[in-house]
């Protein structure tokens, strides 16, 4: 591997402009489709649509209350699961891209793929892997003897979350695999969260992801194994697979396109410093005293409906937002949300080293600044208007900017680099990047809580915003606040 740390940490600042080759910036307008559409025969099990619709309040799933979905009959929790973590949920004709799916994703595009493994029924030494097909939410099989020495017991699935690259390879290039892996970060965090509110206990902190991969992915395929959950099942989950009606079906599905390793010459060395796995132990659990004046101030929305209405606001025209009133209390609030929000999943590697910032904008409520992560102010700004105009700088679309003059808030997720590279070595650019899009996720949901919209950016002047505002640490994301002043039109899929 000719890419060192040190490489990959500057190709994800700035000069990823200079140095990195992106089809979409030289032509936005028609950089590519998604990946090769064809043809793909396989044996499915269909799961059924008659899932659950609630789940209870999110203000009660906070405090820790045990949610009325954990004693459905477990192909219900096994759909429901599925259809908020990796089903298309909506059609929107208006937005780009127009099918909405329940995360956000690089470039819209549902970068990350879902599979999982079971223990042979028969042969100890053996397993059976399953993946999840969202377009059609069914299960299909994907491996029946695969050699496994790993101890699993007969009760147990290891769900793996692959980072399917090819997906926006055409679109991003050579800033494919770091997108990617944020996504992946997203995906696990709401993993976590689902796996909570069906009941099914999990423990995350697996290794032996090279291993893994080993398995799971063919020989020169553009796609990575980036996390690993354990979760304990009922025996009616092995019935399921064992007994349920699997069908031979020939479905259209998007392909891998050959060649992308070959087109961006960097492309093979992120990969490989991807791969460096994460080798100390996994920190704690988030502690996080619960407040009760919190709980019953919030909106009254059930958990689902938060995870359904989560949106980026997104559509042709570029952002659609209003300038809210709120009161002064509310982005203290929304801190809290997110803070009491990740109690309810384990903390990953290096998430605690995350740096936050966020950035006030709204007139009304909080006096316009800079915030930390508890809401409180590190920098008032006393020239609100050249506030703005350093916001808006950084912003690389002249249509946005025309925009961003009602956005709400913009949070700021940036790293120290020199200690998380001590802290975790290769493994921290990986570990760095999915802890920031746990983050991100915890974002979109207190944002679709409050009836608002939370849009992930990754290319920004991020240089010139760290001097402008004094942000520490290197930027890895940012993540765009506000309220709609519409909805896009709408048709639910499943």
């Known amino acids: 591997m ?3 740390l040190q490489d990959a940490w500057g190709l994800v600042s700035d000069r990823r402009f200079d140095n990195l080759e992106m089809p979409i910036l030289d032509d936005p307008i028609h950089y590519g489709a998604k990946a090769d559409v064809g043809e793909h025969e396989g044996e499915f099990l269909s ?39 990796a089903s298309p949920m909506r059609y929107e004709p208006l937005n780009l891209p127009d099918v909405h799916y329940p995360l956000s994703s690089f470039g819209g595009l549902s970068s990350c793929g879902i599979k999982f493994i079971r223990r042979h029924p028969k042969h100890e030494k053996q397993a059976q892997v399953y993946c999840f097909n969202g377009n059609y939410h069914a299960l299909e099989k994907q491996a029946e003897n695969v050699e496994w020495d790993v101890a699993l017991s007969e009760n147990q699935w290891l769900i793996c979350i692959v980072g ?14 770091m997108g990617v892996v944020l996504d992946s970060g997203i995906v696990l965090a709401q993993l976590q969260y689902l796996l909570n509110l069906f009941g099914l206990p999990c ?16 020989d020169a395929s553009f796609q990575q194994v980036l996390a690993a959950v354990t979760v304990d099942v009922p025996e009616s989950a092995n019935t399921l697979l064992e007994q349920g009606q699997w069908e031979p ?57 938060v995870f359904y209405n989560r949106t980026a606001s997104n559509d042709r025209l570029g952002f659609s937002q209003v300038n809210k009133a709120l009161n002064s209390t509310f982005l203290k609030q929304f801190m809290q949300v997110l803070q009491q929000l990740k109690t309810r999943r384990d903390r990953l590697p290096l998430e605690d080293k995350l740096l936050i910032n966020v950035a006030w904008m ?49 949070l700021f997720i940036s790293v120290d680099t020199a200690e998380v590279s001590r802290i975790a070595g290769n493994s921290a650019f ?23 919209f939370a849009r992930p950016a990754r290319m920004f002047r991020d240089t010139q915003k760290q001097q402008c505002l004094g942000l520490e640490g290197q930027l890895l994301i940012q993540v765009l606040v506000g309220f709609n002043r519409y909805n896009n039109f709408a048709l639910t899929i499943l």
């Open 2 to 4: 000719s890419m060192t």
């Open 47 to 85: 799961l059924s649509t008659d899932f659950p619709r609630q789940a209870g309040l999110f203000s009660d799933f906070l405090t820790g209350k045990t949610s009325a979905l954990a004693s459905l009959p477990f192909e219900s929790r096994l759909s429901g699961l599925f259809r908020y973590l």
């Open 164 to 177: 399917q690259y090819w997906t926006v390879g055409r679109k991003y290039g050579d800033f494919a695999p």
């Open 203 to 218: 423990h995350t902190g697996y290794n032996g992801l090279k291993a893994l991969n080993q398995k799971l992915i063919p």
């Open 249 to 305: 079906l020939t479905v259209a599905t998007y392909q891998e396109p050959k060649g992308l390793m070959q087109r961006f010459a960097l492309l093979k060395d992120s990969v490989s410093l991807l791969s460096c796995e994460y080798e100390g132990r996994w920190p704690s659990p988030f502690q996080y005293e619960a407040d009760d004046d919190l709980h019953s101030s919030l909106p009254q929305k059930d958990m689902l409906d």
């Open 362 to 410: 709204n007139t009304s409520g909080p006096a316009m600044g800079m915030y930390d992560e508890r809401g409180e102010p590190t920098f008032i700004a006393q020239d609100e208007k050249q506030f703005h105009r350093i916001l808006q700088d950084c912003l690389y679309s002249d249509n946005q900017k025309y925009n961003f003059s009602s956005m709400t808030l913009e």
């Open 430 to 452: 990986r570990a760095a990047h999915m802890a920031a899009g746990a983050v991100v996720h915890d974002v979109c949901l207190a944002a679709s809580l409050f009836d608002g």
